[in-house]
């Protein structure tokens, strides 16, 4: 209050405001008539006529402060019972409400700094507050920050809760649940709407009446319960119980309730006496800059608040000394910012052009800077953004977006003051908020309340197609009414795309803001103080990835890196045009020495290469020779030290904890980041748990960066010119290596912008690219499922009523269901999936492969780059073929072609290079290599990679053929099998011909595309097997080993199932189990394939004897190839029995793809090869003992080989037959299959009246199938070729002596015989 009497001097800043008659006389600055004048306009009550001149009080400097404690006089009775409000009848407790975090929660939860927030952090936690209440009418609000399990409402002190029952669960206590629509007390009955993020849940209780009751968003839900238990000991505390990762903010009073409540009080009475004394300043502050004296004239002229201009006189700076000497310690309640200044400013937005408003909102924070001590400023700002974020966050879509336009509009307004856009930045924006939440656009989870019904009346769905392009979207024929509703539908989402561009590019004009440079008049300008806290933002939440703590929500993410891309482009063209000199944001990539010279911090993030430590130290030459970049030695093993003892860091927190709360786990040993947060504060350093509470153990603070001969310092010491650099300094681009050009692309400090947004994509956007397509696969399946019904309704007889009446309830239900969709999902498509939003990731992705591109021309160096780039560059491009059609296709962007060919390009070098360490990472660029070839438009890429680039294309193909040994050889046979796929015998189908019933989880999986087989890429492998002696046996080999293994484990798995099957007691498989044994049988299969493909580019690996492992290797295929003919095609055998089953996860498991792949070897060594290589390729396989001529018979439905010189009989139609497969095989194939059979079985009786028996001595000892044919030197032991030549591929030693062999000499025992005779 202010002092009173008039001999008492006091000052604020260094505004003196003094009563003291010995000075001169302040009247005399104006007449005393004018002041007078002026200071009766200014401080009239609002809620008193004005006085006459005559009769009034004259007023002055002297008398000013009596006259506003007059003004600013409340009732005696109003400030006793603002002063007693703990003493309220009906309410027990603090007069100041929060949540019990001392002892009244149960579980595992983090509460913010306010006690008003709280986070689960175990399945199910409960938590209360400090205040109950007996008696009266109350409410309180929660606004809703995650939608998930939560139940909302009132317990008594009696209820216990756990882990599994929380409130809502036991007597006395209610609750309502918005995930599942339901209320709880015990039991559960369907109640209320379901809730969303963003939403405000009002809870009711009436104590009078003993009901409770629920609103939302200020809509009443009815009543929940009634006959409440009421009496002696009965009292009831607001509490909630929720599970993992779920977030809420209580409003109990201490802010104004957005959905107030005629008849009932709020937990926490509000500060009624402040607020009409706010409200009074107000007033008169108001009336300050709507009047200005002239002192010429001697009047008062009335002014728009707009036009007003603080122009130096003394009688207005002392009007408003005395005003905000009473009206700034006011403006630092939370309450009062949000009820009075929040709401004077929000008036100001609303009444003119934003021009307008932006001019008066700067004249008011240049005075509330002016007239207010800085620590009451700071205050004052803090809550006010606090405030309208809030605001933002928790407001209901209307169809206009009018409530979030003007949020914005204030916010750009009140960011536009360079002075208080500085302060926001370095301590409230990402320190205490959550600023990103000002990006955000929440989608409506009830599209009637969001006014969508009417903004886009007519509804529409597509039928689903592929997201393939056009060329594979299966085109239906509209009618003249799905054409109709089509365009209406389009034009009402066109409505709504505007709409929701007016909020977008508000949000864009806030980066902007943040995103300046040239205002450092007097300290550093907004870009860097925004670099500072958005590094710190990205550590964060890459720190967290995959933790327990939920960080920047994804959905926020997405929607903060695309306004972020839009002002990046803006500032980065906009340096362009005054720098002719600079590149246009469309050839925007990271120069490769900003992942080497230590200027920018990339935490702990991999680089592809390993440890950042591990790379300087073992490429310090290779940094000194191209970067002129030199390590101390002392420094490196400083560093490294550092990085092994990093984890055995004593927590300073922890050390002071009591050994008693470690023990029963009192906090997690986690760092606390600033994001872990209710929908708006962003720090919670209060960890709470059913056993003990304590401070979170703080983070470890942000390492600098590794010293080198440069200068280095951490993000919160850096300068504008260590970042933008000087004459004698690059800063960013510090250590250019000779590939690069002088000239800089932009400014240095949007570079590290750009590095931030990529790394945004990589820690949760492409995440949640993935998730919103679930919007768009939900309609399909009720597009289809409701076409499936109309299609019964047509089909059933009329006289059926009933299932008539069933299937017309079904129809509406999945109509209405379509209709809320549909406009669901025009709101996902114009805020996540539009054509910008598209343009978007697609820069993304041209950034990363030039940012790869030029890292890959520094050699050694390229190893520093971090993985991200790599996985942006593969995910981004998914996103664009997967996520974003059919409405908007990738084959419509600028430069389409050429971008797929510069992946090709990457991924065909990248996949095997050796400066790639990380697994992770080298598995997937092999799945996203895998992925690309399934696809014709990217394989043709892969094709059209330039001539001085071919190079990498038979790298590629080299890699692909390298030994399967230690690497991921199944995706590698996948890519070749793709390659062959559409050339083979049978090989034509996309799907199986038994599967073709049944519907696919998902049509655009690669593995379901349509063959594109590659006769160029083809041909690369054809010259590379012939290129050495030792390529194709050391891949041949390799690929033969892997086949054994895996249809070795195959044939064990299914006996292992058969087996379970066959018991009597109910036996379930293990899913896991199904999955591996269809994984090895397609495994099988496509190596079998890739057999076929070598056999038909190369045949003379096998056939041509000449070559030295020909003969093996002819022998090892034939031994496989009958061991797996005699496994599926005998009788009634166990492959028989377990395809019958037709278990869920065996679905790939039949005869025909094996068969097929089998046949299509067997008929490319026996029918297409030449005279010479058939008959070596016949000897061989008749000479194998596993060979079983029923076994080809089995091929074409035969039980019994025929008589030669007979016609095949017609297939029996019960038994599998290739002639079945008209579909898939072509007469010519059917025709070779015949001519194999007839000439294997002409071969087999011509061999079997040639055999001479052989004795036993004479078999090889290994294999007991052929005759010993081979003699070790030098332990002389002896063996049939084929052993010794397999068993020398792997290892040198004797079989039986363990000797080591240094030659093999033929053996045939009649010369050996005679050469002992003559000897002898």
């Known amino acids: 209050m202010a002092s009173k009497g008039a001999g008492m001097a006091f000052s604020r800043k260094s505004h003196r405001l003094t009563s003291d008659a010995e000075k001169s006389r302040v009247t005399g600055i104006v007449h005393e008539k004018l002041l007078d004048d002026y200071l009766h306009r200014i401080f009239s009550s609002t809620d008193r006529a004005p006085t006459a001149a005559t009769s009034r009080k004259l007023l002055n400097f002297q008398n000013l402060p009596e006259h506003l404690d007059q003004l600013l006089h409340v009732d005696e009775e109003a400030e006793e019972e603002e002063e007693s409000q703990g003493k309220v009848e009906g309410r027990l407790g603090p007069s100041t409400v929060v949540l019990d975090h001392t002892g009244g929660f149960e579980g595992l939860l983090l509460v913010d700094d306010d006690l008003l927030g709280v986070i689960g ?4 936690g409960t938590i209360r507050s400090t205040t109950c209440v007996y008696k009266g009418k109350w409410v309180y609000e929660v606004l809703i920050s995650s939608q998930g399990l939560m139940q909302i409402g009132w317990c008594t002190i009696n209820c216990r809760f756990n882990q599994e029952e929380g409130v809502g669960d036991t007597h006395n206590s209610y609750a309502y649940d918005g995930n599942r629509v339901r209320k709880w007390n015990v039991t559960t009955t369907n109640y209320g709407k379901a809730w969303a993020a963003g939403d405000i849940v009002s809870c009711l209780i009436d104590l009078d009446e003993g009901t409770l009751s629920f609103c939302l968003n200020g809509v009443s839900l009815g009543t929940a319960f009634e006959n409440l238990s009421r009496g002696l000991g009965m009292a009831y505390f607001p509490a909630i119980s929720l599970s993992f990762k779920e977030s809420v903010a209580f409003n109990f009073g201490s802010r104004p309730l957005r959905y107030p409540v005629v008849g009932y009080r709020p937990l926490q009475d509000p500060p009624s006496a402040d607020l009409v004394r706010a409200q009074e300043l107000l007033g008169c502050f108001q009336a300050v800059l709507s009047v200005e004296l002239d002192p010429v004239q001697g009047r008062l002229v009335e002014k728009e608040s707009s036009e007003w201009q603080l122009q130096g006189q003394p009688t207005v700076l002392l009007t408003l000394a005395h005003i905000f000497h009473r009206f700034a310690p006011l403006l630092r309640k939370v309450y009062l910012v949000e009820a009075v200044l929040m709401s004077f400013l929000l008036g100001v937005v609303e009444a003119g052009t934003p021009a307008q408003a932006q001019s008066v909102v700067h004249q008011v924070l240049d005075l509330l800077w002016l007239f207010m001590e800085d620590y009451e400023m700071q205050d004052c700002l803090k809550q ?7 605001l933002y966050r928790f407001s209901p879509i209307v169809p206009d977006l009018g409530l979030q336009i003007r949020y914005l509009r204030l916010t750009i307004a009140i960011l536009s003051h360079e002075k208080s856009r500085k302060f926001l930045l370095s301590h409230v924006l990402f320190d205490v908020l959550r600023s990103v939440v000002f990006f955000y656009i929440k989608s409506p989870l009830r ?13 529409w769905w597509p039928h689903r197609s592929s997201r393939e392009g056009k060329d594979s979207k299966e085109v239906k024929d509209e009618t003249s009414e799905e054409r109709l509703r089509r365009r209406a539908y389009e034009r009402g989402c066109q409505r709504l795309k505007k709409r929701i561009e007016v909020v977008e590019e508000l949000q864009v004009q806030i980066l902007k803001l943040l995103l300046n440079n040239q205002d450092d008049n007097g300290g550093e300008a907004s870009r860097y103080i925004f670099l500072t806290k958005f590094r710190k933002f990205l550590q964060e939440n890459a720190s967290s990835r995959g933790n327990m703590p939920m960080l920047c929500p994804p959905e926020y993410m997405v929607c903060f890196l695309h306004r972020l891309i839009s002002a990046l482009r803006y500032y980065w063209d906009e340096y362009k045009a005054s720098n002719p000199c600079a590149t246009f944001s469309d050839e925007a990539y990271i120069p490769p020495q900003v992942f080497y010279n230590g200027k920018v911090d990339y935490f702990d993030l991999q680089r592809l290469g390993g440890l950042l430590s591990h790379l300087r130290k073992t490429l310090k030459d290779d940094l000194a020779s191209k970067a002129n970049i030199l390590i101390d030695p002392l420094e490196l093993q400083a560093a490294t030290m550092d990085d092994l003892d990093e984890d055995e860091e004593p927590a300073p927190a922890a050390a002071q904890r009591p050994m008693q709360a470690l023990a029963v786990g009192g906090a997690l040993p986690l760092p606390r980041p600033s994001w872990l947060s209710s929908p708006t504060l962003g720090r919670a350093n209060r960890f709470l748990s059913t056993a003990a509470v304590s401070l979170m153990t703080p983070r470890r603070p942000l390492s600098t960066s590794e010293k080198v001969k440069v200068r280095t310092l951490s993000a919160e010491q850096r300068t504008r010119e260590d970042i933008e650099g000087s004459q004698w300094n690059e800063g960013l681009l510090v250590g250019r290596p000779p590939e690069e050009p002088e000239q800089p692309l932009t400014e240095n400090s949007l570079l590290e912008v750009l590095d931030g947004a990529i790394m945004m994509y990589n820690l949760s956007v492409h995440q949640q690219l993935g998730k919103m397509v679930g919007v768009s696969d939900d309609v399909n399946e009720y597009a289809m499922a409701l076409r499936d019904t109309e299609d019964k309704l047509r089909r059933c007889p009329k006289r059926r009523k009933d299932i008539l009446a069933e299937l ?21 498509h114009a805020t996540v999936y539009s054509q910008e939003k598209m343009q978007d990731i697609y820069w993304l992705l041209r950034v990363c492969l030039r940012t790869i591109e030029h890292g890959d021309r520094t050699g050694p160096l390229f190893a520093f780059m971090p993985e991200f780039y790599l996985s942006v560059a593969i995910n981004s491009y998914s996103a664009l073929k997967n996520y974003f059609g059919p409405v908007h296709s990738m084959e419509e962007l600028p430069g389409y ?46 094709e059209r990679i330039p001539e001085e680039h071919s190079h990498r294309r038979i790298a590629m193909v080299r890699s692909l053929l390298a030994p399967y040994e230690q690497r991921p050889w199944a995706q590698t046979n996948w890519i070749l099998v793709r390659l062959w796929r559409g050339c083979g015998f049978g090989y034509r189908y996309t799907r199986l011909p038994h599967l073709l019933k049944t519907k696919p989880e998902d049509a655009n999986l690669p593995s379901l595309q349509k063959p594109c087989p590659s006769t160029l890429l083809q041909q690369h492998m054809a010259d590379l097997l012939r290129e050495g002696p030792d390529v194709a ?13 895996a249809f070795s484990e195959f044939i064990g798995m299914i006996q292992e199932i058969q087996q379970a099957a066959e018991r009597l007691e109910r036996n379930f498989v293990d899913s896991r189990q199904l999955k591996v044994c269809a994984t090895c049988f397609d495994l099988s299969v496509s190596l079998l394939r890739v057999l076929e493909m070598t056999i038909t580019l190369v045949p003379e690996i096998f056939l041509d004897w000449a070559q030295p492992t020909s003969e093996m290797l002819l022998r090892r295929l034939a031994q496989l190839l009958n061991q797996v003919l005699n496994r599926v095609t005998a009788e009634r055998n166990l492959f028989d029995r377990v395809v019958t089953l037709r278990l869920p996860g065996l679905e790939s498991v039949d005869h025909y793809p094996i068969l097929v792949a089998v046949t299509g070897i067997l008929v490319r060594l026996l029918v297409h090869g030449p005279a010479s290589g058939t008959e070596r390729a016949t000897s061989v396989l008749l000479a194998d003992p596993c060979f079983q001529l029923r076994s080809i018979c089995y091929l074409l439905g035969q039980p019994e080989p025929p008589t030669p010189g007979t016609a095949l009989p017609a297939p029996d139609q019960k038994r599998f037959s290739l002639q079945s497969y008209t579909d898939y095989i072509s007469v010519e194939e059917l025709a070779q299959v015949e001519q194999m059979l007839a ?13 001479l028996p052989t004795s036993e001595e004479d078999l090889c000892p290994i294999c007991y199938a052929h005759p010993i044919s081979a003699v070790f030197q030098p332990c002389g032991h002896k063996s049939c070729k084929a052993c010794i030549n397999q068993h020398l591929m792997n290892n040198k030693d004797c079989f039986f002596c363990k000797a080591t062999i240094m030659s093999v000499e033929d053996w045939d025992k009649a010369a050996s015989a005679s050469a002992t005779s003559s000897a002898a």
């Open 897 to 942: 072609e050429e971008t797929l060919t510069r992946l090709a390009a990457i991924l065909a070098k990248h996949f095997a290079d050796t400066r790639i360490v990380g697994t992770d990472i080298r598995d997937s660029l092999m799945q996203a290599l895998a992925s690309y070839v399934c696809y014709p438009n990217s394989l043709r890429a892969v």
């Open 808 to 828: 017309t309830k079904s129809q509406k239900v999945f109509s209405e269901k379509l209709d809320h969709l549909s406009r669901r999902l025009a709101w996902v």
């Open 1239 to 1251: 000439h294997l079985t002409s071969a087999s009786a011509q061999a079997a009246a040639a055999s």
């Open 121 to 124: 952090h175990s399945n199910f």
């Open 447 to 459: 599209v009637e309340e969001a006014g969508l019904q009417e903004l886009i009346p007519t509804t």
């Open 1033 to 1045: 046996p050391s891949f041949l080999n390799s690929v033969l080993n892997q086949l054994n293994w």
């Open 384 to 390: 006010l953004m606090m405030s309208l974020l809030r």
